[in-house]
Protein backbone atom coordinates (compact mmCIF):
# COMPACT_ATOMS: atom_id res chain seq x y z
CA UNK A 1 0.00 0.00 0.00
CA UNK A 2 1.53 3.06 -0.65
CA UNK A 3 1.42 5.61 2.53
CA UNK A 4 1.22 8.64 0.82
CA UNK A 5 0.04 9.06 -3.29
CA UNK A 6 -0.10 12.52 -4.77
CA UNK A 7 -1.57 13.02 -8.37
CA UNK A 8 -1.20 16.49 -10.08
CA UNK A 9 -1.48 17.96 -6.47
CA UNK A 10 -1.29 21.88 -7.06
CA UNK A 11 -1.73 24.91 -4.56
CA UNK A 12 -1.96 28.51 -5.73
CA UNK A 13 -2.29 30.92 -3.11
CA UNK A 14 -4.31 33.74 -4.93
CA UNK A 15 -1.71 33.91 -7.64
CA UNK A 16 1.34 33.20 -5.66
CA UNK A 17 2.61 29.63 -6.70
CA UNK A 18 2.80 27.16 -3.99
CA UNK A 19 3.41 24.05 -5.92
CA UNK A 20 2.05 22.76 -9.70
CA UNK A 21 1.19 18.87 -10.60
CA UNK A 22 2.59 17.57 -7.85
CA UNK A 23 2.67 13.61 -8.87
CA UNK A 24 4.44 11.98 -5.23
CA UNK A 25 4.39 7.90 -4.25
CA UNK A 26 5.68 6.86 -1.16
CA UNK A 27 5.69 3.40 -0.44
CA UNK A 28 4.43 2.40 3.22
CA UNK A 29 6.82 1.19 5.35
CA UNK A 30 9.78 3.46 3.44
CA UNK A 31 11.69 6.16 4.79
CA UNK A 32 11.67 9.27 2.61
CA UNK A 33 13.52 12.25 2.05
CA UNK A 34 12.24 15.46 0.51
CA UNK A 35 14.67 17.36 -0.37
CA UNK A 36 14.42 21.50 -1.82
CA UNK A 37 15.65 24.80 -1.51
CA UNK A 38 14.22 27.24 0.78
CA UNK A 39 10.62 28.45 -0.53
CA UNK A 40 10.30 25.06 -3.36
CA UNK A 41 7.00 24.30 -2.13
CA UNK A 42 8.26 21.43 0.65
CA UNK A 43 5.80 22.68 3.59
CA UNK A 44 3.14 23.97 1.39
CA UNK A 45 2.91 20.20 0.08
CA UNK A 46 3.18 18.99 3.31
CA UNK A 47 0.56 21.35 4.58
CA UNK A 48 -1.76 20.28 1.76
CA UNK A 49 -1.34 16.75 2.95
CA UNK A 50 -2.52 17.45 6.28
CA UNK A 51 -5.37 19.52 5.22
CA UNK A 52 -4.60 22.49 6.98
CA UNK A 53 -4.55 23.87 3.20
CA UNK A 54 -7.05 22.87 0.17
CA UNK A 55 -5.83 21.84 -2.71
CA UNK A 56 -6.35 23.94 -5.73
CA UNK A 57 -6.39 21.20 -7.91
CA UNK A 58 -5.56 17.79 -8.01
CA UNK A 59 -5.88 15.16 -5.38
CA UNK A 60 -3.77 13.15 -2.69
CA UNK A 61 -4.12 10.19 -0.75
CA UNK A 62 -2.52 8.93 2.78
CA UNK A 63 -2.71 5.20 3.62
CA UNK A 64 -5.84 4.96 0.36
CA UNK A 65 -7.15 7.91 2.26
CA UNK A 66 -8.64 10.97 0.40
CA UNK A 67 -7.31 14.27 1.99
CA UNK A 68 -9.97 15.92 1.79
CA UNK A 69 -12.92 14.05 2.56
CA UNK A 70 -10.92 11.60 4.84
CA UNK A 71 -9.46 13.95 6.43
CA UNK A 72 -9.88 12.91 10.49
CA UNK A 73 -8.92 9.41 10.25
CA UNK A 74 -5.56 10.55 8.06
CA UNK A 75 -4.45 12.94 11.02
CA UNK A 76 -5.28 9.71 13.56
CA UNK A 77 -2.88 7.88 11.72
CA UNK A 78 -0.39 11.13 11.27
CA UNK A 79 2.55 12.11 13.65
CA UNK A 80 3.36 16.22 12.38
CA UNK A 81 6.07 17.88 13.45
CA UNK A 82 5.97 21.58 12.36
CA UNK A 83 9.13 23.60 10.66
CA UNK A 84 8.33 26.28 13.63
CA UNK A 85 7.87 24.70 16.44
CA UNK A 86 5.39 27.19 18.62
CA UNK A 87 3.13 25.96 20.87
CA UNK A 88 1.09 27.64 23.66
CA UNK A 89 3.67 29.35 25.88
CA UNK A 90 2.13 29.74 28.93
CA UNK A 91 1.51 25.64 29.20
CA UNK A 92 4.10 23.37 31.01
CA UNK A 93 5.64 20.78 28.49
CA UNK A 94 4.04 17.83 30.46
CA UNK A 95 0.59 19.81 30.17
CA UNK A 96 0.82 20.58 26.30
CA UNK A 97 2.07 16.54 26.01
CA UNK A 98 -1.26 15.56 28.04
CA UNK A 99 -3.52 18.19 26.04
CA UNK A 100 -2.35 16.73 22.38
CA UNK A 101 -2.79 12.96 24.17
CA UNK A 102 -6.21 13.76 25.37
CA UNK A 103 -7.33 15.49 21.37
CA UNK A 104 -6.43 12.19 20.09
CA UNK A 105 -7.93 10.26 23.11
CA UNK A 106 -4.80 7.84 24.20
CA UNK A 107 -3.13 7.29 26.93
CA UNK A 108 0.91 8.35 25.63
CA UNK A 109 1.88 8.95 29.10
CA UNK A 110 4.80 5.95 29.09
CA UNK A 111 5.67 6.63 25.56
CA UNK A 112 5.93 10.79 26.47
CA UNK A 113 8.03 9.62 29.00
CA UNK A 114 10.53 7.53 27.48
CA UNK A 115 10.81 9.69 24.40
CA UNK A 116 11.36 12.48 26.96
CA UNK A 117 13.87 10.68 28.80
CA UNK A 118 16.28 9.99 25.17
CA UNK A 119 15.73 13.29 24.43
CA UNK A 120 16.52 14.55 27.85
CA UNK A 121 13.73 16.96 27.72
CA UNK A 122 12.52 18.44 31.21
CA UNK A 123 8.55 18.21 31.03
CA UNK A 124 8.18 20.50 34.03
CA UNK A 125 9.49 23.33 32.23
CA UNK A 126 6.96 26.31 30.34
CA UNK A 127 6.91 26.36 26.93
CA UNK A 128 7.55 29.85 26.83
CA UNK A 129 11.28 29.62 28.68
CA UNK A 130 12.47 26.73 26.15
CA UNK A 131 15.48 27.47 23.56
CA UNK A 132 14.71 26.94 19.90
CA UNK A 133 16.10 23.20 20.31
CA UNK A 134 13.88 22.44 23.37
CA UNK A 135 10.72 23.34 21.66
CA UNK A 136 11.81 21.49 18.52
CA UNK A 137 12.40 18.25 21.06
CA UNK A 138 8.88 18.99 22.26
CA UNK A 139 7.55 18.87 18.62
CA UNK A 140 9.19 15.75 18.52
CA UNK A 141 7.63 13.92 21.44
CA UNK A 142 4.24 15.66 20.12
CA UNK A 143 4.58 13.78 16.69
CA UNK A 144 5.83 10.70 18.33
CA UNK A 145 3.78 9.86 21.55
CA UNK A 146 0.74 8.34 19.86
CA UNK A 147 2.59 5.92 17.72
CA UNK A 148 1.05 6.65 14.54
CA UNK A 149 1.94 4.40 11.27
CA UNK A 150 3.25 8.01 9.49
CA UNK A 151 5.36 10.40 10.10
CA UNK A 152 5.47 13.51 8.37
CA UNK A 153 8.26 15.13 9.92
CA UNK A 154 8.83 19.50 8.29
CA UNK A 155 12.72 20.00 9.15
CA UNK A 156 12.72 18.18 11.82
CA UNK A 157 16.66 18.81 12.91
CA UNK A 158 16.68 22.78 12.75
CA UNK A 159 17.71 24.00 16.26
CA UNK A 160 19.35 20.07 17.58
CA UNK A 161 22.41 19.37 18.87
CA UNK A 162 24.58 16.64 16.36
CA UNK A 163 24.13 14.00 19.90
CA UNK A 164 20.45 14.70 19.83
CA UNK A 165 19.98 14.63 15.94
CA UNK A 166 21.80 11.24 15.89
CA UNK A 167 19.32 9.80 19.05
CA UNK A 168 16.45 11.46 17.01
CA UNK A 169 16.96 9.58 13.81
CA UNK A 170 17.95 6.66 15.65
CA UNK A 171 14.09 6.82 17.34
CA UNK A 172 12.92 7.43 13.90
CA UNK A 173 15.01 4.29 13.01
CA UNK A 174 13.44 2.25 15.69
CA UNK A 175 10.04 3.14 14.36
CA UNK A 176 10.42 2.80 11.25
CA UNK A 177 11.85 -0.61 11.75
CA UNK A 178 8.40 -1.26 13.27
CA UNK A 179 6.82 -0.68 9.90
CA UNK A 180 5.96 2.79 10.36
CA UNK A 181 6.48 4.74 7.69
CA UNK A 182 8.63 8.16 7.63
CA UNK A 183 8.53 11.13 5.18
CA UNK A 184 10.54 13.64 6.22
CA UNK A 185 11.39 16.97 4.34
CA UNK A 186 14.98 18.97 4.65
CA UNK A 187 17.32 20.95 2.97
CA UNK A 188 20.56 19.14 4.87
CA UNK A 189 21.82 16.67 2.14
CA UNK A 190 23.92 14.84 4.27
CA UNK A 191 21.26 13.28 6.52
CA UNK A 192 19.05 12.67 3.78
CA UNK A 193 22.07 10.55 1.81
CA UNK A 194 22.56 9.17 5.37
CA UNK A 195 19.07 7.92 6.76
CA UNK A 196 16.59 7.59 3.46
CA UNK A 197 15.97 5.11 0.91
CA UNK A 198 14.00 6.70 -0.88
CA UNK A 199 14.18 10.90 -1.92
CA UNK A 200 12.10 13.26 -4.32
CA UNK A 201 13.81 16.57 -5.16
CA UNK A 202 11.53 20.47 -5.53
CA UNK A 203 11.87 23.36 -7.37
CA UNK A 204 10.08 26.45 -7.51
CA UNK A 205 6.73 23.96 -6.96
CA UNK A 206 7.73 21.49 -9.03
CA UNK A 207 9.01 17.60 -8.43
CA UNK A 208 12.40 17.17 -10.58
CA UNK A 209 12.83 13.85 -9.81
CA UNK A 210 11.80 10.50 -7.31
CA UNK A 211 14.06 7.72 -6.95
CA UNK A 212 16.29 5.88 -4.78
CA UNK A 213 19.52 7.38 -2.89
CA UNK A 214 21.51 5.00 -4.82
CA UNK A 215 20.03 5.76 -7.98
CA UNK A 216 19.68 9.62 -7.30
CA UNK A 217 23.62 9.33 -7.20
CA UNK A 218 24.42 7.61 -10.35
CA UNK A 219 22.86 9.87 -12.81
CA UNK A 220 26.19 9.64 -15.18
CA UNK A 221 27.12 13.39 -13.95
CA UNK A 222 31.31 13.07 -13.54
CA UNK A 223 33.30 15.07 -11.52
CA UNK A 224 36.65 15.95 -13.55
CA UNK A 225 39.43 17.68 -12.59
CA UNK A 226 42.73 18.50 -14.69
CA UNK A 227 46.16 19.25 -13.39
CA UNK A 228 48.67 21.00 -15.60
CA UNK A 229 46.26 23.23 -17.94
CA UNK A 230 46.18 26.81 -18.42
CA UNK A 231 42.56 27.69 -18.28
CA UNK A 232 38.93 25.41 -17.50
CA UNK A 233 38.99 23.77 -21.36
CA UNK A 234 36.31 24.98 -23.57
CA UNK A 235 34.15 21.49 -23.21
CA UNK A 236 30.05 21.80 -23.87
CA UNK A 237 28.15 19.86 -21.27
CA UNK A 238 30.04 21.18 -18.19
CA UNK A 239 29.42 22.85 -15.06
CA UNK A 240 30.47 24.28 -11.57
CA UNK A 241 33.77 25.31 -12.93
CA UNK A 242 36.87 26.44 -10.92
CA UNK A 243 40.41 26.85 -11.90
CA UNK A 244 43.35 27.42 -9.71
CA UNK A 245 46.69 26.96 -9.77
CA UNK A 246 46.63 24.79 -12.67
CA UNK A 247 44.04 22.88 -11.47
CA UNK A 248 41.14 22.86 -13.98
CA UNK A 249 37.80 21.32 -12.25
CA UNK A 250 34.42 20.46 -13.29
CA UNK A 251 31.02 18.88 -13.80
CA UNK A 252 30.19 17.26 -16.70
CA UNK A 253 26.98 15.82 -17.36
CA UNK A 254 26.88 14.61 -21.46
CA UNK A 255 28.22 11.84 -23.81
CA UNK A 256 31.52 10.00 -21.70
CA UNK A 257 33.04 9.25 -24.75
CA UNK A 258 32.72 12.78 -26.32
CA UNK A 259 34.34 13.75 -23.61
CA UNK A 260 37.35 11.35 -23.63
CA UNK A 261 37.47 12.83 -27.12
CA UNK A 262 37.55 16.45 -26.20
CA UNK A 263 40.20 15.66 -23.50
CA UNK A 264 42.34 14.04 -25.78
CA UNK A 265 43.20 17.46 -27.41
CA UNK A 266 44.17 18.86 -24.47
CA UNK A 267 47.71 18.39 -22.74
CA UNK A 268 47.87 17.53 -19.11
CA UNK A 269 49.53 16.73 -16.47
CA UNK A 270 47.37 14.50 -14.18
CA UNK A 271 44.04 13.81 -14.15
CA UNK A 272 40.72 12.15 -12.49
CA UNK A 273 37.34 11.19 -13.53
CA UNK A 274 35.11 10.23 -10.21
CA UNK A 275 31.13 10.50 -9.20
CA UNK A 276 30.38 13.09 -7.39
CA UNK A 277 29.33 13.03 -4.06
CA UNK A 278 25.90 13.04 -3.08
CA UNK A 279 25.79 16.73 -2.27
CA UNK A 280 26.91 17.75 -5.37
CA UNK A 281 24.59 15.73 -7.60
CA UNK A 282 21.59 17.52 -5.10
CA UNK A 283 22.98 21.23 -6.21
CA UNK A 284 23.18 20.15 -9.51
CA UNK A 285 19.20 19.16 -9.55
CA UNK A 286 18.66 22.46 -7.55
CA UNK A 287 20.34 25.15 -9.88
CA UNK A 288 20.33 22.69 -13.35
CA UNK A 289 16.97 24.20 -14.97
CA UNK A 290 17.49 27.71 -13.19
CA UNK A 291 20.21 28.72 -15.56
CA UNK B 1 -14.63 18.63 24.98
CA UNK B 2 -11.16 18.67 25.92
CA UNK B 3 -10.35 22.28 23.33
CA UNK B 4 -13.48 23.87 25.45
CA UNK B 5 -12.02 23.02 28.72
CA UNK B 6 -8.62 23.99 27.83
CA UNK B 7 -9.91 27.53 26.92
CA UNK B 8 -11.37 27.93 30.06
CA UNK B 9 -7.90 26.88 31.68
CA UNK B 10 -6.08 29.10 29.22
CA UNK B 11 -8.13 32.23 30.27
CA UNK B 12 -9.30 31.60 33.85
CA UNK B 13 -6.61 34.06 35.48
CA UNK B 14 -8.25 37.12 32.55
CA UNK B 15 -11.69 35.86 33.57
CA UNK B 16 -11.12 36.17 37.38
CA UNK B 17 -9.62 39.80 36.84
CA UNK B 18 -12.44 41.40 34.47
CA UNK B 19 -15.54 39.74 36.52
CA UNK B 20 -13.59 41.12 39.85
CA UNK B 21 -13.27 44.34 38.16
CA UNK B 22 -16.58 44.97 37.00
CA UNK B 23 -18.36 43.37 40.30
CA UNK B 24 -16.20 45.50 42.97
CA UNK B 25 -17.02 48.86 40.60
CA UNK B 26 -20.33 47.62 39.96
CA UNK B 27 -21.09 46.85 44.14
CA UNK B 28 -18.83 50.12 44.75
CA UNK B 29 -21.97 51.87 42.81
CA UNK B 30 -24.24 50.24 44.47
CA UNK B 31 -23.02 51.18 48.15
CA UNK B 32 -22.61 55.07 47.97
CA UNK B 33 -26.24 55.11 46.75
CA UNK B 34 -27.48 55.84 50.38
CA UNK B 35 -25.17 58.59 50.70
CA UNK B 36 -25.87 59.87 47.06
CA UNK B 37 -29.66 60.01 47.61
CA UNK B 38 -29.80 63.51 48.90
CA UNK B 39 -27.55 65.22 46.35
CA UNK B 40 -29.64 63.04 43.57
CA UNK B 41 -32.91 65.42 43.71
CA UNK B 42 -30.04 68.44 42.96
CA UNK B 43 -28.86 66.52 40.28
CA UNK B 44 -32.32 65.77 38.55
CA UNK B 45 -32.73 69.54 38.17
CA UNK B 46 -29.76 70.20 36.59
CA UNK B 47 -30.22 67.28 34.38
CA UNK B 48 -33.72 68.41 33.49
CA UNK B 49 -31.85 71.59 31.96
CA UNK B 50 -28.89 69.19 29.67
CA UNK B 51 -32.13 68.43 27.49
CA UNK B 52 -30.66 66.44 25.09
CA UNK B 53 -27.41 65.45 26.63
CA UNK B 54 -29.67 63.13 29.26
CA UNK B 55 -31.68 62.09 26.25
CA UNK B 56 -28.58 60.87 24.77
CA UNK B 57 -27.70 58.87 28.09
CA UNK B 58 -31.21 57.26 27.76
CA UNK B 59 -31.70 59.49 31.33
CA UNK B 60 -34.58 61.25 30.74
CA UNK B 61 -37.75 60.36 32.15
CA UNK B 62 -35.82 58.55 35.21
CA UNK B 63 -35.43 59.71 38.79
CA UNK B 64 -32.00 59.03 40.40
CA UNK B 65 -33.45 59.11 43.79
CA UNK B 66 -34.97 55.88 42.75
CA UNK B 67 -32.72 52.90 43.73
CA UNK B 68 -34.11 51.36 40.28
CA UNK B 69 -33.31 54.23 37.89
CA UNK B 70 -30.00 55.31 39.17
CA UNK B 71 -28.43 51.24 39.24
CA UNK B 72 -30.23 51.06 35.15
CA UNK B 73 -28.64 54.18 34.67
CA UNK B 74 -25.27 53.84 36.31
CA UNK B 75 -25.16 50.01 35.77
CA UNK B 76 -25.81 50.27 31.99
CA UNK B 77 -22.26 52.32 31.67
CA UNK B 78 -19.90 49.77 33.95
CA UNK B 79 -21.57 46.46 33.07
CA UNK B 80 -22.24 47.10 29.25
CA UNK B 81 -19.49 49.18 28.17
CA UNK B 82 -17.05 47.04 30.45
CA UNK B 83 -18.63 43.91 29.51
CA UNK B 84 -18.98 44.53 26.04
CA UNK B 85 -15.10 44.77 25.67
CA UNK B 86 -14.35 42.24 27.76
CA UNK B 87 -16.52 40.37 25.27
CA UNK B 88 -14.90 42.17 22.25
CA UNK B 89 -11.30 41.03 23.31
CA UNK B 90 -11.72 37.74 24.34
CA UNK B 91 -14.44 37.19 21.14
CA UNK B 92 -11.71 38.77 18.32
CA UNK B 93 -8.80 36.27 20.22
CA UNK B 94 -11.12 32.98 20.12
CA UNK B 95 -9.79 31.94 16.16
CA UNK B 96 -7.39 34.30 14.92
CA UNK B 97 -4.96 34.37 18.04
CA UNK B 98 -4.02 31.03 17.39
CA UNK B 99 -3.32 31.44 13.30
CA UNK B 100 -1.27 34.33 14.57
CA UNK B 101 0.58 32.72 17.02
CA UNK B 102 1.30 29.47 14.85
CA UNK B 103 -0.40 27.67 17.40
CA UNK B 104 -3.14 26.46 14.52
CA UNK B 105 -0.86 23.94 13.12
CA UNK B 106 -0.69 22.07 16.55
CA UNK B 107 -4.44 22.47 17.16
CA UNK B 108 -5.29 21.72 13.89
CA UNK B 109 -3.39 18.63 12.59
CA UNK B 110 -5.03 16.82 15.65
CA UNK B 111 -8.23 14.40 14.63
CA UNK B 112 -10.56 16.60 14.86
CA UNK B 113 -12.80 18.26 12.51
CA UNK B 114 -12.59 22.35 12.14
CA UNK B 115 -16.66 22.38 12.46
CA UNK B 116 -15.55 20.36 16.31
CA UNK B 117 -13.02 22.92 17.39
CA UNK B 118 -14.47 26.23 16.49
CA UNK B 119 -18.09 24.73 17.69
CA UNK B 120 -16.16 23.99 21.17
CA UNK B 121 -14.12 27.46 21.12
CA UNK B 122 -17.98 29.16 20.56
CA UNK B 123 -19.17 27.36 23.69
CA UNK B 124 -15.72 28.71 25.41
CA UNK B 125 -16.76 31.90 24.62
CA UNK B 126 -20.19 31.97 25.63
CA UNK B 127 -19.79 30.25 28.63
CA UNK B 128 -16.79 33.06 30.08
CA UNK B 129 -19.48 36.01 28.94
CA UNK B 130 -21.87 33.80 31.40
CA UNK B 131 -19.77 33.67 33.88
CA UNK B 132 -18.45 36.87 33.76
CA UNK B 133 -22.23 38.02 34.32
CA UNK B 134 -23.43 35.61 36.97
CA UNK B 135 -20.53 36.78 39.10
CA UNK B 136 -21.37 40.65 38.51
CA UNK B 137 -25.02 39.92 39.31
CA UNK B 138 -24.79 37.74 42.06
CA UNK B 139 -22.53 40.55 43.49
CA UNK B 140 -24.52 42.95 42.41
CA UNK B 141 -27.89 41.95 44.04
CA UNK B 142 -26.19 40.74 47.44
CA UNK B 143 -24.91 44.48 47.84
CA UNK B 144 -28.07 45.66 46.84
CA UNK B 145 -30.17 43.40 49.80
CA UNK B 146 -27.59 44.87 52.07
CA UNK B 147 -28.11 48.68 51.58
CA UNK B 148 -31.89 47.66 52.23
CA UNK B 149 -33.37 50.20 49.79
CA UNK B 150 -36.37 49.54 48.27
CA UNK B 151 -35.79 47.50 44.85
CA UNK B 152 -37.92 46.16 41.98
CA UNK B 153 -36.23 42.84 41.66
CA UNK B 154 -37.94 42.00 38.46
CA UNK B 155 -36.26 44.81 36.53
CA UNK B 156 -32.82 44.27 37.68
CA UNK B 157 -33.30 41.11 37.04
CA UNK B 158 -34.58 42.01 33.62
CA UNK B 159 -31.46 44.09 33.15
CA UNK B 160 -28.76 41.84 33.90
CA UNK B 161 -30.17 39.35 31.18
CA UNK B 162 -30.38 42.28 28.63
CA UNK B 163 -26.48 42.90 29.43
CA UNK B 164 -25.87 39.32 29.19
CA UNK B 165 -27.53 39.31 26.16
CA UNK B 166 -25.73 42.68 24.73
CA UNK B 167 -22.33 41.10 25.60
CA UNK B 168 -23.08 37.91 23.81
CA UNK B 169 -24.27 39.70 20.59
CA UNK B 170 -20.76 41.83 20.97
CA UNK B 171 -19.03 38.38 21.32
CA UNK B 172 -21.04 36.39 18.35
CA UNK B 173 -19.70 40.04 16.52
CA UNK B 174 -16.42 39.66 17.43
CA UNK B 175 -15.71 35.84 16.64
CA UNK B 176 -17.28 36.50 13.71
CA UNK B 177 -13.83 38.71 13.12
CA UNK B 178 -11.38 36.67 14.66
CA UNK B 179 -12.52 33.91 11.65
CA UNK B 180 -11.37 36.48 9.29
CA UNK B 181 -8.97 38.49 10.54
CA UNK B 182 -5.59 37.38 12.84
CA UNK B 183 -5.11 40.74 14.53
CA UNK B 184 -8.82 41.79 14.88
CA UNK B 185 -8.29 43.81 18.52
CA UNK B 186 -8.54 46.80 16.82
CA UNK B 187 -11.54 45.91 15.11
CA UNK B 188 -13.24 44.25 18.44
CA UNK B 189 -12.56 46.93 20.23
CA UNK B 190 -13.97 48.94 17.52
CA UNK B 191 -17.10 47.47 18.10
CA UNK B 192 -17.91 47.30 20.76
CA UNK B 193 -17.37 50.91 21.79
CA UNK B 194 -18.88 51.91 17.97
CA UNK B 195 -21.69 50.18 18.88
CA UNK B 196 -21.94 51.90 22.75
CA UNK B 197 -21.67 55.67 20.62
CA UNK B 198 -24.11 54.44 18.41
CA UNK B 199 -26.75 54.36 20.41
CA UNK B 200 -26.03 57.48 22.26
CA UNK B 201 -25.72 59.22 18.35
CA UNK B 202 -29.28 57.41 17.91
CA UNK B 203 -30.81 58.89 21.18
CA UNK B 204 -29.27 62.38 20.15
CA UNK B 205 -31.88 63.29 17.08
CA UNK B 206 -35.22 61.50 15.93
CA UNK B 207 -33.90 60.92 12.37
CA UNK B 208 -30.57 58.91 14.16
CA UNK B 209 -33.21 57.00 15.99
CA UNK B 210 -33.17 54.19 13.11
CA UNK B 211 -29.46 53.32 14.01
CA UNK B 212 -30.85 51.55 17.54
CA UNK B 213 -31.77 49.00 15.26
CA UNK B 214 -27.98 48.33 14.72
CA UNK B 215 -26.42 47.88 18.52
CA UNK B 216 -27.54 46.17 21.20
CA UNK B 217 -27.24 48.52 23.57
CA UNK B 218 -30.35 49.95 21.98
CA UNK B 219 -32.54 46.81 24.10
CA UNK B 220 -29.88 47.13 27.13
CA UNK B 221 -31.63 50.53 27.81
CA UNK B 222 -33.12 51.08 31.32
CA UNK B 223 -35.79 53.34 31.02
CA UNK B 224 -37.15 51.63 28.35
CA UNK B 225 -37.03 48.23 30.55
CA UNK B 226 -37.90 50.33 33.99
CA UNK B 227 -41.21 51.75 31.83
CA UNK B 228 -42.36 48.46 30.32
CA UNK B 229 -40.66 45.53 32.30
CA UNK B 230 -39.70 43.94 29.01
CA UNK B 231 -36.90 44.20 26.46
CA UNK B 232 -37.76 45.77 23.53
CA UNK B 233 -38.97 42.86 20.88
CA UNK B 234 -37.70 44.24 17.51
CA UNK B 235 -34.33 45.14 19.04
CA UNK B 236 -33.73 41.62 20.05
CA UNK B 237 -34.61 40.33 16.93
CA UNK B 238 -32.57 42.27 15.05
CA UNK B 239 -29.91 41.92 17.29
CA UNK B 240 -30.56 37.97 16.84
CA UNK B 241 -30.50 37.78 13.63
CA UNK B 242 -27.03 39.72 13.95
CA UNK B 243 -25.44 36.69 16.09
CA UNK B 244 -27.18 33.87 13.67
CA UNK B 245 -25.46 35.65 10.95
CA UNK B 246 -22.27 36.48 12.48
CA UNK B 247 -21.78 32.94 14.05
CA UNK B 248 -22.51 31.32 11.01
CA UNK B 249 -20.11 33.56 8.60
CA UNK B 250 -17.10 32.46 11.12
CA UNK B 251 -18.39 28.45 10.30
CA UNK B 252 -18.14 28.46 7.00
CA UNK B 253 -15.13 30.61 6.58
CA UNK B 254 -13.31 28.01 9.00
CA UNK B 255 -14.70 25.26 7.26
CA UNK B 256 -12.63 25.91 4.26
CA UNK B 257 -9.71 28.44 5.20
CA UNK B 258 -6.11 28.12 4.64
CA UNK B 259 -4.47 27.92 7.65
Request: proline share 3%; glycine share 8%.
Amino acid sequence: MKAIQTNQLTKYYGKHRGIEHIDLSVEEGDFFGFIGPNGAGKSTTIRTLLGLLTPTSGSAAIFGKDIVGDKLAILSDVGYLPSEAVFYNGMRVKDLLAYSAKLRKKDCRQEAASLCERLSLDTNRRIGELSLGNRKKVGIVLALQHKPRLYILDEPTGGLDPLMQQEFYQILRERNEEGATVFLSSHILSEVSRYCRHAAVIRSGELLVSDSIENLGHTGVKRVSLQGVSAVPDIPHISSTSFSDGCARFLYSGDQTELIRALAGLSFTDISITDPDFEEVFLHYYTKEGQ
Amino acid sequence: MTVFLQELRRNRLALLIWSGAIAVMLVITIVIFPEMKPQMSEMEDMLANMGSLSDAFGMSNMSFARFTDYFATECGNVLGLGGAIFAAILGVGMLGKEEREHTAEFLYTHPLSRTRIVLEKLLALVAQVVILNAVVAGASMIATAAIGEEVDWGVMVLMFVAYLLLELEIAFLCFCVSAFLKNGMGAGLGIAIGMYFLNILANLTEDAKPLKYLTPFAFAEGSYIIENHALKAEYLAVGAGLSVIAVAAAFLRYHKKDL
